[in-house]
């Protein structure tokens, strides 16, 4: 059967490969080409592989082995010597399982692999995040649209990979982008334990979807996201759910003189909103609610100190925060966790009109501290300040913020990790524990004295930029916000490094990137087990 090598790359040169691959691409072509032909289910399936000696065997999951009866042992035969060896790579068949016009066949790596302390990684499941993901897109070559997946021993891995591969963003075209859709589905045959499979891959499946909503909400032009139509976004989507949502206008935000929100709003034609939102399930162990804070600049052109032109367009997603803290809450809704969550959303566009603030200024926050703004670019953190002095005001067990807040971190990490900042070492642990659990980690960044005395202001309480410009920016950013919170269990999520897919991305190949969503959800589930001594000790 016709074979594929290495990341879906042919094997060997045409002329070489036999003949029974040759009429397999033949009818690779025709479900292709033909006009009247029905393209069926593609079937995905993992085997694990302990060495990279190709005359070691691979080992079927017990779905792959049930599907090698099927096609009367052609699976393994096939196996037998070709290579498989790394993570991603695959082999492609055709038409040799009745039903499914396309088998895949993946490789999961080594069995029994945990976590990778050097990695910060579960990497068992990463590998399955990424032979799933990678088999998936083999669709554009194959064509099948629908495919029944493994579940290689770890559904929700699965599920998530699958529905993240999923993700498209062609609601603006005329007609429907040529890109044909995906729609995955969990293959239970041979599984004992179908039920808790299922609830697995249901879990997985929420999680990448609320991921995918906050990459949505990232992707759409500023144009078409705007402060208010994010807010009606919100409203839309929890409608009918036991989660409340509140939007307050320009003069609820005087009224609570948030003056650092409304400095930066207002250099924008734009009204600013703020978004609060809450959950409550009725087993929630604890008495005090637990606090999520987005920043939502839904453009960012830097105002007076503007950005320049080149990449600016993506700013739209600078209301990553936001979108990542209200996909959260609908991913905490669905999976019915026990929390009481509050969750706040400062919504405004940074604008350089003829009442934005300029490099000088000082106004006074929420909380009565004088802000002295050198750099109007640095409008997330003024924002910020306010909402989480306003969180406060719910005496939360914790406050956890987020926020697409500095290039520096970008610099710092890159794309693999977010940078977090914790004024709590117990909870920090659980939140790097559910970034190796869901493979979009976390690392933690220093909150240093030194870095407080650098945005000290010489004419104001604080300086809205460091002392020393952009060395230390993302440190000095969350001394910044740091001043703002009394709170002891606080942590800052600065996430602009991972705002936007990069070459060395698994999971996601294009545009903005939702995360760390899951990873956010996965942390909250795992306070749901806390009791409220836990967060005071």
Known sequence: QSTWGKKGKMAAPLKHVNTVFSRNLCRLHRRLFSCTSVKAKGLVLGVFKDTKKSNEPAVMTPTCRHFDALSNGEISKSLVGKRLDDVGSFNCYFDIVPGYSCVLVCCLGQRYQGYEPLERLELGRHNVRVAIASALRMKSQSGETEFDIDPCGDAEAVAESAFLVSYQFDKFYQSKWAGSPLYPSLLTTSINDSPKIAEQWGQGQVKAEAQNWARHLMDAPSNLMTPTIFANSVLKKFENTNVSVTVRDKTWIEKENMNAFLAVAQGSAEAPVFLHLEYKHPDCKQTRP???????????????????????????????????????????????????????????????????????????????????????????????????????????????????????????????????????????????????????????????????????????????????????????????????????????????????????EKLIKSKMSGRPTRTVVEFMSRLADLSDEDFHS
């Open 290 to 504: 637990i606090a999520l804070v987005g920043k939502g600049v839904t453009f960012d052109t830097g105002g007076i100190s503007l950005k320049p032109p080149a990449g600016m367009d993506a700013m739209k997603a600078d209301m990553g925060g936001a979108a990542c803290v209200v996909a959260s809450l609908l991913a905490i809704h669905k999976l019915t966790l026990p929390l009481h969550i509050h969750a706040f959303v400062p919504l405004t566009e940074n604008m350089p009109g003829g009442k934005a603030i300029k490099p000088g200024h000082i106004v006074y926050a929420r909380n009565g501290k004088s802000i002295q703004i050198d750099n109007t670019d640095a409008e997330g953190r003024l924002i910020l300040a306010d909402a989480l002095n306003y969180a406060e005001s719910f005496q939360p067990s914790m406050i956890m913020d987020l926020a697409t807040l500095t290039g520096a971190i970008d610099v710092a990490l890159g794309n693999a990790a977010s940078g977090a900042y914790s004024t709590s070492d117990p909870l920090y642990n659980i939140l790097e524990k559910a970034g190796s659990e869901t493979g979009d980690r976390v690392w933690r960044m220093p909150l240093f004295s030194d870095y407080g005395r650098q945005v000290s202001g010489e004419i104001a309480d604080v300086n809205n930029i460091g002392k020393n410009g952009r060395s230390g920016g993302s440190c000095t950013a969350a001394a910044f916000l740091k001043s703002f919170v009394t709170n002891k269990n606080w942590i800052h999520l600065d996430i602009a490094g991972v705002m936007s897919f990069s070459s060395n």
